[in-house]
């Protein structure tokens, strides 16, 4: 079966990798949701269709959502919360069950050690409206829904040229400080391809043997 996937935040680092994955080796349609859609220019036009809309307007996502199957969600915003609602509202409409979404590691206080206590600071975990905060919010929008969903929580992101990664689940203590954005482009692609594996699960991603007190980096 040749799905019609409906990537939103089409032109985000993450969802990059998910696209080169999918055009090589899938037959799979991306409809390309973005609101910079000079950025995809240069997009296989009998592969992709792109789409410029905000995930904040209902009727953007009612049309882009026409004879779509699957939904992957690459967001950052503030309204992520109002953008969740607004995601699962639109498939509800259309009957669309699966969506991969990708949050934050740290919503859910999963994060053992000092390196918790680093990425808790550095993410401050606090009210509703900090980082953390917002992003659990969305996470239960999601996890309260009908859908099928699989919520993706990376480590601390790096551009390294590599997919290394394992992962844990919701009620696992997270392992790992980084992982490689092309990781979890190449994860999502990989969960289009394997629905059922997936649903209803929310999974902590990283690469193995970055543990620390923090990202390397840092």
Do not use: C
Not at 51 to 72: C, E, H, K, R, W
Not at 190 to 201: E, F, G, S, V
Request: proline share 5%; no cysteine; net charge negative.
């Amino acid at each position: 079966m040749t799905n019609r996937i409906l990537i939103l935040g089409a032109s985000g680092h993450i969802a990059h990798f998910a696209i080169e994955k999918l055009l090589k080796s899938t037959d799979d349609h991306l409809v390309l949701f973005t609101r910079h859609p000079q950025s995809l220019a240069e997009m296989d036009p009998e592969r992709t269709t792109i789409f410029m809309g905000d995930t904040l307007s209902p009727d953007d996502l009612a049309q882009a959502m026409d004879n779509v199957n699957i939904v992957y969600a690459n967001l950052s915003n503030p309204d992520i919360q109002q953008q969740a609602a607004n995601i699962v509202a639109a498939m509800d409409q259309h009957q669309i069950k699966p969506l991969i979404w990708i949050s934050s590691i740290g919503i859910y206080d999963e994060v053992p050690g000092k390196f918790g206590e680093w990425n808790n600071a550095m993410l401050r975990k606090g009210g509703k409206n900090s980082y953390l905060g917002t992003y659990r919010a969305a996470a239960d929008v999601i996890e309260q829904s009908d859908l099928d969903y699989t919520i993706i929580r990376p480590a601390w992101l790096t551009n390294k040229d590599e997919v290394i990664y394992e992962t844990t689940e919701k009620d696992e203590p997270f392992k790992g400080t980084e992982v490689s954005r092309k990781s979890i482009g190449y994860l999502v692609a990989d969960i289009t391809q394997n629905l059922q594996k997936y649903a209803h699960r929310s999974i902590g991603v990283d690469k193995p043997g970055t543990d620390g007190d923090k990202p390397s980096w840092y």
